[in-house]
């Protein structure tokens, strides 16, 4: 829902710092959590092996996506280091959980 995206994002500015703060794949692109308001992002649904429900956020930099495909299919890139990342909150725990951050080719 509408209300589930804005938790996520408070999210997102309140806990992705300490869950990033050891850097994966960020040693010759962006550092994620310094530049939040440069990706672009998807939601999608989930429920995970224990039935809890989650959103995961699909990240993406947003001058190197400047069609408007993303808005209607998930935008799966293989390495591009941290220009492309995803990360899954947990609805009823308001957690973020499970950073994945591209490696490089």
């Given amino acids: 829902?509408?209300?589930?995206?804005?938790f996520a994002e408070l999210a997102?500015?309140?806990?992705?710092k300490e869950i990033n703060k050891n850097r994966p794949n960020q040693s010759s692109s962006p550092i994620i959590d310094k530049n939040l308001n440069k990706?672009?992002?998807q939601?999608?649904?989930?429920?995970?092996?224990?039935?809890?429900?989650y959103l995961?956020?699909?990240c993406f930099w947003s001058e190197r996506e400047n069609s408007n495909g993303w808005l209607n299919?998930?935008?799966i890139v293989m390495d591009g280091g941290s220009y492309?990342?995803?990360i899954k909150y947990y609805i009823d725990t308001n957690e973020l959980?499970?950073?994945m951050v591209n490696g490089y080719a």
């Fill in 73 to 75: 299919g998930m935008v």
């Fill in 84 to 86: 492309y990342w995803q």
């Fill in 97 to 99: 959980k499970n950073l």
């Fill in 43 to 53: 939601y999608f649904g989930g429920v995970d092996e224990n039935g809890r429900k």
């Fill in 1 to 6: 829902s509408k209300d589930e995206i804005t």
């Fill in 56 to 58: 995961l956020i699909n």
């Fill in 12 to 16: 997102l500015e309140n806990q992705l």
């Fill in 39 to 41: 990706y672009k992002r």
